[in-house]
C-alpha cells in the first residue's frame, strides 16, 4: 500500500478492505498518520522489508537478540494464530536461558478453554479473564521479580550466602565485598527478608549502609 498516492480517508479504508482481522487493522490504524498525507509513525517500510527476507529477523526469536540470563515468566495464548507454544518454546530457550526444563511451571498458556483468535491479546479479550491473569503475574512477579537466580523464590532471601562478583581490594577476597543480606534485589512485594533477619536475630545491611569490610 503506497500511502503517498492516497488521502487519509482513503487510507483507512484501505487498511479495513485489506486486513481482515479488525485488531491487525487497529494496529496499523494507529500507527497512521492522517493528518495531512498519510504517513506511517513507526518503521513500517523497515519491517516490510525485513519480512521479505528469507529469514525475517522480526518473526525469529534469535541469540542475536542477547540474552536474558534471570529468571523468566513465559504465558501464551492457547489458541494464538501467531505465536504457538510447541513451535515456539525450543526457540525462547536461545533468549531466555533459564525456561529451560522449567515447563510447565514458568512456560505455559493462558486459559486452554478460550478459544479464538483474538485471545492472542490475552490482557484485552475475553475482558472478564483479564484478572485472572493479571494476578497470574502478580503472584509470580511478587516471589521472583528482583530475586537471584541462585534462589529458588525470595523466600529464601537470607538463609543462603550468596557472593558477589569482583575483587575486594581491602580484603583480597576473590568473590567481592560479602553482602550475606544481599541488599542489592528488590524485595518490595514481600517481607520475607526482614523476617529473616528477625528470625536468624541478625544486624543485616539496610538500603545505603554497609556492613564492616571483611
Given at each position: 500500500?503506497?500511502?503517498?498516492?492516497?488521502?487519509?480517508?482513503?487510507?483507512?479504508?484501505?487498511?479495513?478492505?485489506?486486513?481482515?482481522?479488525?485488531?491487525?487493522?487497529?494496529?496499523?490504524?494507529?500507527?497512521?498518520?492522517?493528518?495531512?498525507?498519510?504517513?506511517?509513525?513507526?518503521?513500517?517500510?523497515?519491517?516490510?522489508?525485513?519480512?521479505?527476507?528469507?529469514?525475517?529477523?522480526?518473526?525469529?526469536?534469535?541469540e542475536s537478540?542477547?540474552?536474558?540470563?534471570?529468571?523468566?515468566?513465559?504465558?501464551?495464548?492457547?489458541?494464538?494464530?501467531?505465536?504457538?507454544?510447541?513451535?515456539?518454546?525450543?526457540?525462547?530457550?536461545n533468549v531466555?536461558?533459564?525456561?529451560?526444563?522449567?515447563?510447565?511451571?514458568?512456560?505455559?498458556?493462558?486459559?486452554?478453554?478460550?478459544?479464538?483468535?483474538?485471545?492472542?491479546?490475552?490482557?484485552?479479550?475475553?475482558?472478564?479473564?483479564?484478572?485472572?491473569?493479571?494476578?497470574?503475574?502478580?503472584?509470580?512477579?511478587?516471589?521472583?521479580?528482583?530475586?537471584?537466580?541462585?534462589?529458588?523464590?525470595?523466600?529464601?532471601?537470607?538463609?543462603?550466602?550468596?557472593?558477589?562478583?569482583?575483587?575486594?581490594?581491602?580484603?583480597?577476597?576473590?568473590?567481592g565485598e560479602?553482602?550475606?543480606?544481599?541488599?542489592?534485589?528488590?524485595?518490595?512485594?514481600?517481607?520475607?527478608?526482614?523476617?529473616?533477619?528477625?528470625?536468624?536475630?541478625?544486624?543485616?545491611?539496610?538500603?545505603?549502609?554497609?556492613?564492616?569490610?571483611?
Open positions: 500500500m503506497k500511502l503517498g498516492d492516497m488521502e487519509g480517508p482513503a487510507a483507512i479504508r484501505a487498511l479495513d478492505q485489506n486486513i481482515p482481522c479488525r485488531k491487525w487493522a487497529s494496529i496499523f490504524k494507529q500507527n497512521l498518520d492522517t493528518s495531512g498525507t498519510p504517513f506511517w509513525k513507526n518503521n513500517m517500510e523497515s519491517l516490510a522489508g525485513n519480512m521479505r527476507k528469507f529469514n525475517p529477523d522480526v518473526a525469529d526469536w534469535s537478540y542477547g540474552l536474558w540470563p534471570g529468571q523468566t515468566l513465559a504465558i501464551f495464548a492457547a489458541h494464538s494464530r501467531w505465536v504457538h507454544l510447541a513451535t515456539n518454546t525450543l526457540p525462547f530457550y531466555f536461558p533459564r525456561l529451560q526444563g522449567q515447563f510447565p511451571q514458568q512456560i505455559n498458556t493462558h486459559a486452554d478453554s478460550l478459544e479464538g483468535p483474538m485471545t492472542h491479546w490475552m490482557h484485552e479479550d475475553p475482558e472478564g479473564d483479564s484478572w485472572r491473569l493479571s494476578q497470574r503475574m502478580w503472584r509470580w512477579l511478587r516471589w521472583h521479580d528482583g530475586a537471584n537466580v541462585l534462589l529458588a523464590d525470595k523466600s529464601e532471601a537470607g538463609w543462603y550466602y550468596l557472593s558477589d562478583r569482583g575483587v575486594d581490594p581491602n580484603t583480597g577476597t576473590t568473590q560479602y553482602s550475606p543480606e544481599h541488599v542489592h534485589h528488590n524485595y518490595l512485594y514481600t517481607d520475607e527478608y526482614e523476617k529473616s533477619r528477625q528470625n536468624r536475630g541478625k544486624d543485616g545491611a539496610n538500603q545505603g549502609q554497609f556492613l564492616p569490610v571483611g
